[in-house]
């Protein structure tokens, strides 16, 4: 651990929560430079859904390296990158009636965001973006200002504008269609609040608390967006991929964003990639408007190409997906009922869940004493009070009931050792 603690920045986040030297990673698995294993619940913060060093994935890059095939081309034709479009519009766009065009960007995901509200913005003429409570987009200044966590818009340093904040799905009560305070706040000339360039909503939020809007308020929302001829971009870069089930995170809603956003395990190996789809209507970019050296990452292209061959060519892999996130559901319930006293709703949709704790506090001891006997798992939320589950959607069944059995374990320790208890005897509901 020295040369870490001698010269890499404060800014470390991770390292904090899991103090180990980790050198080998498969699957679902991680082990430390002691021969420890761990089962791995974070997968690169949503990075890793085919799991580590998936061997589908390895010998086809292995392939491509041995061969000498193009690593960094900016933005040139190459075959990689021209197998890559084809697939993805053949296994992806084409079944759904999809039609779209793919900008490269930075190979992040926060560039992304910056890609597709410039775009907006530059189409629209108008300069804001509607963002919601909780939502988080990345933390490049123009992602930022779409963000809602305090901790990191207060390091921006400057002032964050080009935004308007609305209450997300539930934030005013289970009763409150925010939506119709949008479209309130639109229709009327003296609500404050110009006409936007364009809204933008992730379908479950993931560092916000892995809140799930409802398919009822993701329709509104496109209806609301619609009306008022505001463009919709849809954040995916966190519960898309197959995180919900779907593809794509919007998909059982049945709405049409005007653009999505998209990076994380679109590489399927851990590779750093990332692009915007955009309606052909909206690619109005001039050549190299939005650039960056890295808008090609041909690894990234062999990689994606093969999780796209293997697990998107039929819907079994979906349904799979799906059929581990009943699952989830059903353990997470039975948590709360048996360690909560039952005073809670399910949130989060598919392999995207959690567990709300009363704080941070009591949240972070659960994690710590899980990663203790084994299981990495982070938190999420305002107040980092969410137990976050996001294994790879691979996980073998044996071991996701492994992983919950240590987390129940867990909280079974840390409820034991707790003195005191609120006097609404609340401590967990799924979130």
């Known amino acids: 651990m020295k040369i870490f603690n001698q010269i890499e920045s404060e800014v470390q986040?991770?390292?904090?929560?899991?103090?180990?030297?980790?050198?080998?990673?498969?699957?679902?698995?991680?082990?430390?430079?002691?021969?420890?294993?761990?089962l791995d619940f974070l997968a690169g913060a949503g990075?890793?859904?085919?799991?580590?060093?998936?061997?589908?994935?390895?010998?086809?890059?292995?392939?491509?390296?041995?061969?000498?095939?193009?690593?960094?081309?900016?933005?040139?034709?190459?075959?990689?990158?021209?197998?890559?479009?084809?697939?993805?519009?053949?296994?992806?766009?084409?079944?759904?009636?999809?039609?779209?065009?793919?900008?490269?960007?930075?190979?992040?995901?926060?560039?992304?965001?910056?890609?597709?509200?410039?775009?907006?913005?530059?189409v629209t003429g108008q300069q804001n973006i509607v963002t919601f409570t909780n939502g988080f987009h990345g933390v490049s200044l123009g992602a930022l200002a779409a963000t809602g966590n305090s901790h990191h818009r207060d390091a921006s340093g400057v002032s964050l504008n080009g935004t308007h904040r609305m209450p997300y799905d539930g934030y005013l009560g289970d009763n409150i269609d925010t939506t119709e305070y949008l479209d309130k706040v639109l229709a009327d000339s003296s609500s404050g609040i110009n006409s936007p360039a364009a809204v933008i909503v992730e379908t479950v939020q993931g560092e916000g608390g892995i809140n799930a809007a409802s398919i009822e308020w993701l329709r509104n929302l496109q209806t609301v967006c619609r009306?008022?001829?505001?463009?919709?971009?849809?954040?995916?870069?966190?519960?898309?991929?197959?995180?919900?089930?779907?593809?794509?995170?919007?998909?059982?809603a049945g709405i049409e964003p005007d653009i999505i956003t998209l990076s994380k395990s679109l590489g399927g190996y851990g590779l750093p990639f990332a692009v915007v789809l955009m309606k052909p209507e909206l690619d109005?970019?001039?050549?190299?408007?939005?650039?960056?050296?890295?808008?090609?990452?041909?690894?990234?292209?062999?990689?994606?190409?093969?999780?796209?061959?293997?697990?998107w060519s039929d819907n079994a892999f979906s349904e799979e997906v799906k059929r581990k996130g009943r699952y989830i559901s059903q353990r997470l319930e039975n948590i709360v009922q048996q360690y909560g006293d039952g005073n809670f709703t399910t949130k989060g949709r598919g392999m995207f869940q959690g567990i709300n704790c009363v704080n941070g506090e009591l949240a972070g001891k659960i994690t710590r004493a899980a990663f203790q006997k084994g299981l990495i798992i982070e938190t999420s939320g305002a107040d980092d009070q969410i137990v976050k589950f996001l294994c790879p959607l691979v996980i073998s069944e044996a071991n996701l009931e492994k992983g919950i059995d240590?987390?129940?374990?867990?909280?079974?320790?840390?409820?034991?050792?707790?003195?005191?208890?609120?006097?609404?005897?609340?401590?967990?509901?799924?979130?």
């Not at 698995?29 to 021969?35: A, L, R």
Request: hydrophobic share 35%; net charge negative; proline share 3%.
């Open 13 to 38: 986040s991770y390292a904090r929560s899991f103090p180990r030297i980790f050198n080998r990673a498969k699957g679902e698995w991680m082990w430390d430079e002691d021969g420890n294993q761990y």
């Open 47 to 122: 990075t890793l859904n085919y799991g580590h060093n998936n061997p589908l994935f390895k010998q086809a890059l292995l392939d491509y390296i041995e061969q000498d095939g193009i690593t960094h081309g900016l933005d040139m034709h190459t075959r990689a990158k021209g197998e890559f479009l084809q697939t993805f519009n053949d296994k992806i766009l084409r079944p759904r009636n999809m039609e779209y065009m793919v900008q490269f960007t930075g190979p992040t995901g926060t560039n992304a965001v910056e890609a597709a509200m410039k775009i907006a913005r530059n």
């Open 227 to 252: 009306k008022h001829k505001i463009l919709l971009i849809v954040d995916d870069i966190q519960a898309g991929c197959g995180r919900t089930g779907d593809y794509f995170s919007f998909e059982e």
């Open 284 to 311: 109005q970019w001039k050549p190299g408007e939005h650039n960056g050296t890295f808008r090609g990452n041909n690894l990234a292209f062999v990689t994606a190409k093969a999780a796209l061959d293997h697990y």
């Open 406 to 431: 240590i987390v129940e374990e867990a909280i079974r320790e840390v409820c034991a050792k707790t003195d005191s208890i609120p006097e609404e005897k609340v401590y967990f509901e799924v979130a």
